[in-house]
């Protein structure tokens, strides 16, 4: 089992920033790829960042130029840094990690989620 601890979240204007963390612990294996999914409300859950332990990230097109993930793996901690918030970052964000099982297939953990308010 894996557990996801997330940090970081609150309320801001538009123009602000906020950084978020997420802290994975429990049976962690390698490679594996953390990243951040948001839901708005009325909205499916979408991606928002990720990256893989290696260093490979991934960004919505939405975000790329505003958000920067990185990543610690000697601390197993994710980092969302945002930027130029606008009210459409408004959301629950939640951390995701998961990882591949030759045998099982893909193990995937979600945080309990991270409330963001962006206001214009």
């Known amino acids: 089992q894996v557990q996801l601890v997330e940090s970081g979240g609150g309320s801001v204007q538009a123009g602000g920033s906020l950084r978020l963390s997420c802290t994975a612990s429990?049976?962690?294996?390698?490679?594996?790829?953390m990243g951040w999914y948001r839901q708005a409300p009325g909205k499916q859950r979408e991606l928002v960042a990720s990256i893989s332990n290696s260093g490979t990230t991934n960004y919505a097109d939405s975000v790329k130029g505003r958000i920067t993930i990185s990543r610690d793996n000697a601390k197993n901690t994710v980092y969302l840094q945002m930027n130029s918030l606008i009210h459409e970052d408004t959301a629950v964000y939640y951390c995701?990690?998961?990882?591949?099982?030759?045998?099982?297939?893909?193990?995937?953990?979600w945080g309990q989620g991270t409330q963001v308010n962006v206001s214009s």
């Open positions: 995701n990690y998961y990882f591949i099982n030759r045998y099982f297939g893909k193990n995937e953990y």
């Open positions: 429990g049976s962690i294996f390698s490679p594996n790829t």
